[in-house]
């Protein structure tokens, strides 16, 4: 055992079944993949619906407000936007000089609302079985991990 653990109780307080990593990586892995065959039909990566999935909750958007919602490098986003004019899914608009509004194509909302839709049934079936109680359960979790992630984050910023 290295000394850093050997120094830290706090670091012995698990059974040897628990492994976030494997947890997370595992759940990761079952949404991705459906994901990935979903939008793989429609010829879209993960991302580009991402992308076109956040046009549903705001219809339009500037390139800035994208860019913060999206956890894409924004010279990524403005390849993948121009990729999704250029298909016709997406749409340019502006509406003052330094703001080019973005909206979803007829096309694009069709699309982004049918995998949307496909995607809450693919999520329904990973939920089988699994009670309101154990999502609630498994919600505070989450959120407690989360949390804790940021506070380390914070507590290692110079």
């Known amino acids: 055992m290295d000394q850093q653990a050997e120094g830290n109780p706090q670091l012995h307080t698990r059974t040897p079944q628990f492994d976030l990593e494997s947890w997370v990586a595992g759940l990761a892995h079952a ?8 939008t793989a039909r429609h010829g879209l990566t993960v991302s580009e619906f991402t992308l ?9 958007r500037t390139f800035s407000q ?10 990524g986003l403005a390849h993948m936007v121009g990729t999704l004019v250029d298909r016709g899914l997406l749409q340019r608009r502006a509406s003052d000089p330094r703001a080019m509004l973005l909206s979803l194509t007829r096309r694009g909302r069709y699309l982004a609302w049918r995998l949307h839709t496909r995607m809450q049934t693919e999520h329904s079936g990973l ?16 959120a407690r991990i989360v949390e804790n992630h940021t506070a380390l984050e914070q507590s290692r910023l110079p």
Do not use: H, M, N, Y
């Open 31 to 38: 949404i991705a993949a459906d994901i990935e065959r979903q």
């Open 66 to 75: 994208l860019a913060e919602a999206l956890p894409i490098e924004r010279e």
């Open 127 to 142: 939920l089988e079985g699994v009670s309101d109680e154990e999502l609630a359960t498994l919600s505070a979790v989450v």
């Open 52 to 60: 076109l999935r956040a046009f549903i909750e705001k219809q339009e």
